[in-house]
């Protein structure tokens, strides 16, 4: 038997009686025996890597952490007041909670701002010389005109290499902010760290005192703007349909429609009241006559008296059967028989006009006086309705328009306004934020590491494990790619036939 991987001939496997070939069927304790077989080759690959990563790793150079501690609290600047649609009133404000205000804080302390301002503070050469060196030797390549670009080139990324360097991290419910810096430099590294707390507390109030003025007086300055057009559109309004002031004329008109309307009525039943009099007047004159006896002349009785005593005269002096008493018996006789004859006094009868047919009369012409007023007042009053309906139908046609004028003009008004009170509030909380700007202080300045920390070990940790891995692949390649039958059992799990014996495996 051969000194070779294949048990048996030292070849592939043979095919059975049925011609077909079977490819080996290896367990666990087979690949293992593989493994062992293949230790060179996985050491040839795990050596190479594993001194690659050693080198790399003790190349890493060693960097000190500088720390700083921040203590953040809740500052006026920060609680959210609404500009829109909010007075002074209480109970018009949001605060933040502790994460949130330290998130927002977290913002602007990593902001790249932040970064920039603090990196201005210190020579580039000294804190990264490897990128002024690479700038220097870009700027010998380049001509003049570019030196510009890559020197800005340059400083953009030395601001995101410190940004890397840098990080800031707060624990839960806990009003402190960590900062930490990484650099080859103990000495830098605090230095740098204390500049770029220096340059967060500087960008903060810039971020909180200046843009709400700005940005609510121009707001309000907008408003105005707007104001002062609707103003001029009211204006055209007006001066266009010859109003003075609308709702005083809207007023007006509605006043005098109601008291044209109420004395139109008070009218109408006035002339309704004239003319039952002057038809009841009408039929009275009708059954009174218009003339009257004022008194009549007459003197039969007296005459008839007269008679009477001078025939007792007579008597005193003559006989019953005289002639001279028989005459005036005759004519007494006479006028007695005339008087008894008539129902009345007779005689000469002067007339005159009827009182009362005068004063029925007079009544009567009165209220034709009053009717001709009260037709021709009537006619007035609906010419004077007519012409106040007219006025009022056509303000209240423009009334949907001036109403949307004064909604826009009170709308404006009320903006400008608010934004005025907001602008104020602003800049009195932004003057007070200035002056006493301690919603955020330095618990901890940054001092000189005295202890650097390297990436050395675990960079040899990783190239020892990825070395060991890869050797393990390479070891599993060349085990599973073999075609011959490693151990006596691989051939009897193959083929189905049992082994008697082994004779020279290795």
């Not at 890559?150 to 902010?177: C, D, R």
Request: charged share 25%; proline share 5%; glycine share 6%.
């Amino acid at each position: 038997m051969s000194n070779t991987d294949d048990w048996g001939t030292g070849h592939a496997p043979r095919a059975d009686q049925t011609g077909v070939r079977h490819r080996p069927r290896i367990g666990p304790l087979d690949l293992a025996v593989r493994l062992w077989r293949a230790k060179w080759i996985m050491i040839l690959v795990f050596l190479p890597i594993f001194l690659l990563g050693l080198f790399t790793a003790f190349q890493m150079p060693t960097e000190y952490e500088a720390r700083s501690r921040l203590y953040v609290r809740l500052g006026d600047e920060s609680v959210f007041r609404p500009r829109v649609g909010n007075t002074m009133g209480e109970g018009q404000t949001l605060a933040p909670d502790t994460e949130q205000l330290l998130m927002a804080e977290l913002e602007v302390l990593q902001s790249p701002v932040v970064a920039e301002r603090a990196l201005e503070m210190f020579p580039l050469e000294r804190i990264f010389p490897e990128l002024v060196e690479a700038m220097d030797k870009a700027m010998a390549k380049e001509p003049a005109d570019l030196h510009d670009a890559i020197a800005e080139e340059t400083f953009q990324k030395a601001i995101g290499a410190l940004q890397k360097k840098f990080s800031a991290g707060a624990a839960p419910k806990t009003p402190v902010i960590a900062a930490k810096l990484e650099h080859k430099d103990p000495a830098v590294s605090a230095e740098l760290l204390n500049a770029m707390i220096g340059a967060y507390l500087d960008y903060r109030q810039e971020v909180f005192a200046g843009s709400g003025s700005d940005s609510l007086r121009d707001q309000r300055k907008k408003f105005e703007g707007q104001l002062l057009d609707v103003e001029s559109e009211i204006r055209a309004f007006l001066r266009s349909n010859n109003i003075g002031d609308f709702e005083s004329e809207r007023a007006t008109a509605q006043q005098l429609y109601a008291t044209i309307s109420g004395e139109l009525l008070t009218n109408r039943s006035r002339a309704s009241a004239v003319n039952g009099q002057l038809d009841i007047y009408n039929q009275q004159l009708s059954t009174i006559e218009p003339q009257q006896d004022m008194y009549v002349e007459d003197s039969s009785a007296s005459q008839l008296m007269q008679l009477k005593i001078e025939r007792e005269d007579l008597l005193s002096r003559y006989t019953p059967d005289s002639r001279a008493v028989q005459a005036i018996d005759t004519r007494i006789a006479q006028l007695e028989d005339y008087l008894n004859s008539r129902d009345g006094l007779s005689g000469t009868t002067r007339r005159g006009p009827n009182p009362v047919y005068q004063q029925v009369e007079q009544a009567a012409a009165n209220l034709e006086a009053e009717q001709q007023s009260l037709a021709l007042q009537e006619a007035e009053l609906r010419r004077q309705l007519e012409s106040v309906e007219s006025r009022l139908s056509r303000l209240n046609d423009l009334t949907p328009e001036w109403q949307e004028l004064q909604r826009r003009k009170a709308l404006m008004e009320a903006n400008v306004e608010n934004f005025s009170v907001r602008e104020i509030q602003e800049n009195a909380l932004a003057e007070i934020s200035v002056e006493s700007a301690d919603s955020v202080r330095v618990l901890e300045p940054a001092r000189v590491p005295v202890k650097g920390s390297s990436m050395k070990m675990p960079v040899a940790a990783l190239a020892f494990l990825f070395a060991a891995f890869s050797a393990l692949m390479a070891g599993l390649l060349y085990a599973l790619t073999r075609r011959g039958f490693p151990t006596a059992a691989s051939v009897e799990r193959t083929t189905g036939l049992p082994v008697i014996g082994a004779v020279g495996t290795v």
